[in-house]
């Protein structure tokens, strides 16, 4: 008999049957995603009675402080966020799926609750976390790192010892209270407390993030709100240091130009020199002072300080701005003023003894205008060190 006979007959001996390739058993993991997704709707509310509402927990934690703006009154800030909630329609026994207790799915294939923060303004670099996890119990756990960009009313007036109260509230947009529920996962102590996680080597330092639940009324609707509170303080040294030591080191210089002969030429280029130092030191530290729209830092006010009126000149240099440009016309216009009244030798001493006795005023004026002023950073300072 011949192999080809042979093999022919071996074949059709076989039952076609087993020919045939068997299909792979689909796993367990992707026959209970299919279970549980088949029916589900994801625009439903989670709930088998529907006068029952959804309660969300809620859970934060500050990362750190990226950015304050004072003048556009926002504040940049990363945090991890956590939503909890129970969804009725996804429950299965972990026995009739090898065992399995918790499973992810896509955050578009199941209903998530509308939470959103009331103080957001835009968008910031968040990744995108299209995942959450559940149990068999049901419980939906979605957690996410958030990049937020929030308005917040800042005080600028005791920088650089300033400390701010920044809120994010949470809220459903359309859920009532008799809908969607929220409440804190964590205890509020230990959320106020809990600063472990927090970069703290930057400018920004963490006090406490306090919270409380209450509701708002809206066309006789409440709708339920979560508001955290993060407290913040700015480090100082960094400004006493390079801006506020340096200040008050030609205050004290400014003070002692007084006993200078007033109707002497020396007086004058000795303010003069002092103006120039503080607009040297604003200018190149312009960028590091925050801005703001309304009010003005305490010590933005130090430009004010430093140039004592000289009632000899014609033209008022306390009056001037930061601008070098506009300073040098001045010390050019004193110049010639000075050269013509050299030239003329007119002795005005009414006008000289008059302005001796306003001069004296004026030194008294500053003297308990400046100790105002060191007294005040020193007792914001103090207020800050013992806070």
């Known amino acids: 008999m011949s192999p080809v006979l042979l093999l022919s007959l071996v074949l059709s001996a076989i039952p076609q049957a087993e020919l045939v390739p068997e299909k792979p058993k689909r796993s367990a993991l992707n026959q209970l995603t299919r279970l549980l997704l088949r029916k589900y709707n994801c625009g439903v509310r989670p709930v088998q009675n529907w006068t029952k ?25 990363s945090i991890w966020y956590r939503q909890i909630w129970n969804d009725e329609f996804l429950v299965w026994d972990p026995e009739e799926f090898d065992g399995i207790t918790e499973i992810s799915l896509s955050s ?117 709100q979560v508001q955290f509170n993060v407290l913040i303080r700015r480090r100082p040294l960094l400004y006493v240091v390079s801006l506020l030591i340096p200040s008050i080191f030609f205050m004290v210089v400014d003070v002692t130009s007084f006993y200078l002969p007033p109707n002497s030429g020396t007086r004058i280029t000795f303010k003069t020199s002092i103006l120039l130092g503080f607009t040297v030191i604003r200018v190149n530290l312009m960028d590091e002072i925050p801005a703001t729209a309304i009010k003005t830092p305490l010590i ?44 003329e030798g007119i002795s005005q001493s009414y006008w000289v003894e008059l302005c001796l006795k306003v001069d004296r005023l004026l030194f008294c004026f500053y003297l308990v205008f400046m100790f105002i002023y060191v007294m005040t950073l020193l007792l914001l300072w103090g207020t800050w060190s013992s806070a």
């Open 53 to 77: 509402p959804t309660t969300i927990y809620i859970d934060l934690i500050i990362k750190s402080v990226l950015d304050v703006d004072g003048q556009t009154q926002k504040v940049t800030t």
């Open 108 to 224: 578009d294939a199941i209903w998530v609750p509308d939470v959103i923060i009331s103080e957001f303004v835009h968008v910031g670099k968040s990744p995108d976390i299209p995942y959450v996890y559940v149990n068999c119990s049901g419980t939906v756990k979605n957690y996410k790192p958030i990049q937020v960009v929030s308005a917040c009313h800042l005080e600028m007036y005791a920088f650089p010892f300033d400390r701010q109260n920044c809120t994010l509230t949470f809220r459903s947009w359309l859920h009532s209270v008799s809908e969607v529920d929220l409440a804190l996962w964590r205890p509020a102590e230990e959320i106020a407390s809990d600063t472990r996680e927090f970069m703290n080597d930057g400018e920004w330092e963490l006090l406490s993030v306090p919270s409380h639940y209450w509701t708002l009324n809206l066309e006789d609707r409440d709708y339920a």
């Open 300 to 343: 933005g006010y130090e430009s004010d300080l430093s140039p004592e009126p000289d009632l000899f000149s014609l033209t008022d240099v306390s009056s001037s701005d930061s601008s070098l440009e506009k300073i040098l016309q001045e010390v050019v216009s004193l110049r010639l003023y000075l050269q013509e009244e050299d030239s």
